[in-house]
């Protein structure tokens, strides 16, 4: 094994799990492979075919990642090809059905769509494994569910005894499940690296929309450009990119930009100015992103919260590959979170919408957290480290300041139970704020005592204390349907209950950023 990966790859040891994988699979027994971007988990299902000289199949979501992986392994000596959606190349065909490739992508549709008959002569000369790159994919729970990905089941009943290989970057436990049972796996080996990327630093800024944060962010920006490194800025929507791109260019900073509404000629060329330090900074959508293996990114910077966490890590650890020191900046404002029906848009199941809007969930709690974010990050993906302190994230950074909000948090929390039913958090907080909305004469709470007590406080004052408590279980905010609710928890009930509008026991909490500007 160590031979060959000097031979064709230059390299002299494997990293953490690529060997124990190579032999699962060299004994035929399925594997899924969570393991960080950049982590080298292609090595998994590179090495079999050259050990076996049995093809290996290997499907990728998209061309444009097959081509450069199929030109990177030529270049090293390997049989590399790839079948595209309605590819009809006659030759490639013949050449893979005699066994001729060591490793042979496709597209999902393509996979499926392949006659039987296709299948059977290559088993017949051999396939010593399938592999499942971004299986992710494959899931409701992942954040880039692709419905292709799930006919693939169709493909265990004609390779019944090829190990499947699932890889994927994306590591909570429901997405894990969902692609063992989805690609109906049998007792596979689960290799599962660590995410912790200790070089990067996490950071999450509230910001209101308008110039004048677009100027600042262009300061912020032009600050890092120019010394070596690259940034990328993401941004939710094509109408960001492009003014965000504008400002950069004003300011005379380096910048490209790259979104799905863009030629993909114009994409490429964007790309690969980028790749080549020829841009410090490239503006883009989520449509800038598999496959960037870029080692010198210095700096990701999300311009509005993204709709998962999931999604968050892969694109903020597109940064700092390389292991020296990068910083990943995420900046958010309210409406980020209220865009549920959007990226709902043609979802038709329940469990689909309500993956979308729990994931949405998490990204706010993440935003508003008053402790370590890397912490936050890896629970997340189940990873769990002891040290409450990274010292590595703008939390552990700054010295928190605390108060008690004991009287706040009564506010709130009575507001919560007087105003009964099911509400997101806007109503209680409106109430409190003494806001005289039609809905809230239609439902006489105008008339409630609490009206107008928490008027001192913006609306996102009482959000961040909100989330703060549902944090520490005072609240608990439920989903019904895409609709989210909150309602007073456990704990919460036992502090009213010793709670009276002129006495309430202490409740200590860290103010958050949030909290410290309208404090
Ligand atoms: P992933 O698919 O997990 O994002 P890749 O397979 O693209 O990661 O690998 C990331 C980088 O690490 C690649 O440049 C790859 O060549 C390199 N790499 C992989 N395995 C090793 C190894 N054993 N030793 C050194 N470098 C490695
Ligand atoms: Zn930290």
Redesign the pocket.
């Known amino acids: 094994m160590i031979s060959t990966l000097k031979k064709f790859f230059g390299y002299s040891e494997f990293r953490p799990y690529q060997k124990e994988v190579i032999e699962k699979i060299l004994e035929r027994r399925d594997c899924l492979v969570v393991m960080a971007t950049g982590s080298g988990k292609s090595l998994c299902y590179q090495v079999p075919p050259l050990l076996v000289e049995k093809t290996a199949i290997v499907i990728s979501p998209l061309i444009s990642l097959m081509q450069d992986q199929v030109m990177a392994l030529k270049e090293r000596g390997i049989k590399a090809e790839y079948l595209g959606t309605g590819q009809s190349d006659h030759s490639v065909h013949i050449l893979a059905q005699s066994g001729h490739f060591h490793l042979l992508f496709m597209t999902p549709e393509k996979a499926c769509s392949l006659a039987v008959s296709f299948w059977s002569k290559l088993l017949e000369v051999g396939i010593c494994l399938l592999a499942v790159d971004e299986a992710h994919c494959i899931s409701e729970w992942g954040h880039d569910f692709r419905v292709e990905y799930k006919q693939l089941d169709k493909l265990r009943n004609i390779l019944a005894n090829v190990p499947f290989v699932g890889l994927t970057a994306t590591a909570t436990q429901k997405v894990r499940t969902d692609v063992i049972n989805s690609l109906r796996m049998n007792d596979p080996y689960v290799a599962i690296g660590s995410f912790d990327r200790e070089n990067l630093f ?1 950071g999450v800024k509230h910001f209101n929309r308008g110039t004048l944060f677009v100027n600042e962010l262009v300061q912020e920006i032009s600050k890092f450009a120019g010394n070596g490194g690259s940034t990328i800025i993401y941004c939710t929507t094509i109408k960001d990119v492009e003014q965000i791109f504008e400002s950069l260019q004003e300011a005379g900073i380096k910048a490209g930009m790259y979104h799905g509404k863009m030629s993909s000629k114009a994409r490429e060329e964007s790309h690969r100015s980028f790749v080549r330090d020829e841009l410090n900074v490239m503006v883009a959508t989520i449509a800038f992103g598999m496959g960037i293996d870029k080692p010198n990114i210095r700096q990701v910077v999300h311009y509005g919260c993204p709709k998962s966490l999931q999604s968050y890590y892969q694109e903020s650890g597109r940064c700092g590959r390389d292991g020296i020191a990068s910083v990943c900046w995420l900046y958010y404002t309210g409406s980020d979170f209220t865009k549920a029906d959007f990226y709902c848009g043609e979802l038709k199941t329940e469990n689909q919408r309500r993956a979308v809007v729990e994931s949405l969930m998490i990204a706010q709690k993440y935003c508003v957290l008053a402790t ?4 936050f990050l890896l629970d997340y993906f189940g990873e769990h480290v002891s040290a409450d ?5 703008d ?2 950074r700054v010295s928190k300041r605390e108060r008690d909000l004991s009287r706040e948090a009564f506010l709130l929390m009575a507001c919560i139970q007087s105003c009964r039913g099911k509400w997101g958090l806007n109503m209680p907080i409106d109430v409190l704020r003494g806001s005289k909305a039609k809905r809230i004469l239609d439902m006489h709470f105008d008339k409630l005592p609490l009206h107008g007590l928490g008027k001192s406080y913006l609306s996102n004052w009482w959000k961040s204390l909100a989330y703060q408590l549902i944090s520490h279980g005072y609240l608990v905010e439920t989903i019904d349907d895409i609709y989210k609710f909150v309602s007073v928890g456990k704990k919460g009930e036992q502090f009213l209950s010793t709670a009276r509008p002129d006495y309430q026991p202490p409740l200590v909490l860290p103010l958050t950023s949030e909290m410290v500007d309208g404090d």
């Open positions: 996490y370590c974010r890397r912490k302190n990274c010292g590595n994230c939390n552990c």
